[in-house]
Structures are given as C-alpha cells and as structure tokens.
C-alpha cells in the first residue's frame, strides 16, 4: 500500500471513530412516565424503560467512556492551553468530507461536524504535545508526500438511476411537484446500494472509479438543491441531486505544517489515538470502575 493511501486511511479512522461516537450518543431523552409504551406486537408492547434498560445494558459502558474521553480532552487541553484555530478546523473537515466521507456516516449539522473535528484535533495535540520534530523532517515530509495536500474538488451527490428516460422523466416530474428524492430513490433507483440510503453516494471526485464520469460532468452544472434530468450513463439513466460541492484546494506548507507535526510525532510515538491515557492525570472516576481500568 502506498504511503498516501495509509496515511489516509489512518487519518480517516480517526475521525470516523469520533463520528461513531457521535452517532451513538445520539438517544432520545428520557421522559417521564417509564412504563410509556414505545412498542407494540399484537396485544403484548415494549415500555420505554424496557428499551431504555436494553439500551444501557448494549451500549452503556461504552457510550459512558467515551463521554468521559470528551470531557478528558477539553480538561486536558485546558490545563496545556492547547488551542485551535477555526482555519485548522475548517482544513480538517474539508478533508474528511472530501476523502472519507461515506453515505449515511456523516453528521447532520456542520456544528457536529466541526465538533467531531475539533475533539480528533485536540486529542492528538495533547498526544504529541511533548514530540520534537525538526524544520527539516517536517519539510521533507510535505516535500515527498505534495499530493497528500492537493484536494480535488468533490461532489456530495444523492442519484436514482432508472432503466429507460421514459422512468427519468416521470420520476422528474415527481420532483417537480414535491415529491421526496430520497423517496423516490428508495422506491426506483436499480442501484441498490444507494437506493438503501435514500440515493445518498457520499462526496465523489473524479478520480472515483466506481461512479460515471456523466454523473459527475451532470454535477458540476448544479448548485447545491438542484437536479439533472435524466443523465445517459452506461446502465441506464441516472437523476443527479448535489447537496454540496467543495472546491479543489492546494494547501502550502505553512498552512499544514502542524498538521505534518502531529503525523510525524504520532508515527514515531506509535502509540493508539485515545484518551485513556489521561485519565489518571483528569482523575476520573466512574459507575464501572476506577480510571478506566475496566
């Protein structure tokens, strides 16, 4: 695997875990009257606090600790008063959504996208706080690895691919007099795999084998909002929604070069990406153990 592939995909896993997360602790709240019922089969119903008791007893140890691994990075960086810019944040998630982004795994707000970006961010600066690397090693980096920096413009598409233009045009005029795309997707779209997420493909560039350069081409005359009529792809005919476009961006040394740092220091440190270490340092204690020791 090439250098730049791993280091994508590492960044990329990073981040994806603190998405998870996200997605995770993402339950409803609690409500009076626990005996509420939120399910029914037949005569027999499940109460809410049947749910939630199954919920805890699923995901509560986990979701817990990483509650907790949140609130040990924001204490954390206090006490080092590591801080990060907005530009260092917004590059991150530019990133992100142009190279990892996959359907259904992105947030719904860019309030939760910057969030997530901010903890993977401040996590590795309190990791490699302490990590000397040179001007030279940091350079040479950017040097050997340019292309690692040059993002390529990206589409965040949404499509519902039907046999014969006749289906195209129906299923335009549906549109047009409001009908959901991500309805109708699930209902015709022949690509199964997108059709299961409401026509949703993630972000796509043109480098992007598995997807149609018409699809792409029909992209970039849209605005965000908009779609095609039926675009001719090789299996039939393709409907192209654009949720959002990001334009190409080459960033110069100065703009990564902490983010170079933080590569170098976490390769040499070779050490997992987690808070963990610090909970003795944040003195934690918790409902299932003492600092993280279970």
């Keep these: 695997m090439e250098k730049k592939q791993l280091w994508y995909i590492i960044a990329g896993l990073a981040i994806l875990n603190a998405i998870t997360l996200v997605m995770l602790l993402a339950k409803p709240a609690i409500l009076e009257g626990k005996q509420e019922s939120v399910a029914k089969i037949g005569k027999e119903s499940i109460s809410r606090q049947e749910w939630l008791t199954e919920l805890e007893e699923r995901y509560g140890q986990e979701t817990l600790r990483d509650l907790i691994d949140q609130e040990v990075v924001k204490q954390m960086a206090?006490?080092?008063?590591?801080?990060?810019?907005?530009?260092?944040?917004?590059?991150e998630m530019t990133i992100y959504k142009a190279l990892y982004s996959l359907a259904g795994n992105e947030p719904k707000t860019e309030e939760k996208w910057k969030e997530q970006i901010k903890y993977s961010l401040l996590l590795e600066e309190i990791l490699t706080?302490?990590?000397k690397v040179s001007e030279e090693d940091m350079k040479s980096f950017y040097e050997q690895n340019n292309s690692l920096f040059d993002i390529p413009a990206s589409y965040h598409l949404s499509q519902i691919v039907v046999e014969t233009k006749e289906e195209g045009d129906s299923a335009v005029k549906e549109l047009k007099n409001g009908s959901s795309f991500a309805a109708l997707a699930m209902e015709r779209s022949l690509d199964e795999f997108s059709?299961?997420?409401?026509?949703?493909?993630?972000?796509?560039?043109?480098e992007d084998e598995l997807i149609s350069p018409?699809?792409?081409?029909?992209?970039?005359?849209?605005?965000?909002?908009?779609?095609?009529?039926?675009?001719?792809i090789e299996n039939g005919y393709a409907i192209v929604y654009l949720?959002?476009?990001?334009?190409g961006k080459k960033y110069a040394y100065n703009e990564v070069e902490n983010q170079i740092r933080r590569q170098i220091a976490l390769e040499q440190m070779d050490i997992p990406v987690s808070a963990r270490a610090f909970w003795n340092d944040a003195d934690v204690n918790w409902f299932y153990g003492d600092s993280g020791k279970k």
């Design 129 to 131: 706080k302490d990590v």
């Design 214 to 232: 018409e699809v792409i081409d029909a992209a970039k005359t849209l605005k965000s909002g908009e779609w095609t009529g039926p675009v001719k």
């Design 78 to 91: 206090d006490k080092y008063d590591i801080k990060l810019s907005d530009q260092a944040i917004e590059r």
């Design 195 to 206: 059709a299961n997420a409401g026509g949703d493909i993630g972000f796509v560039t043109e």
């Design 243 to 247: 949720h959002e476009k990001l334009e």
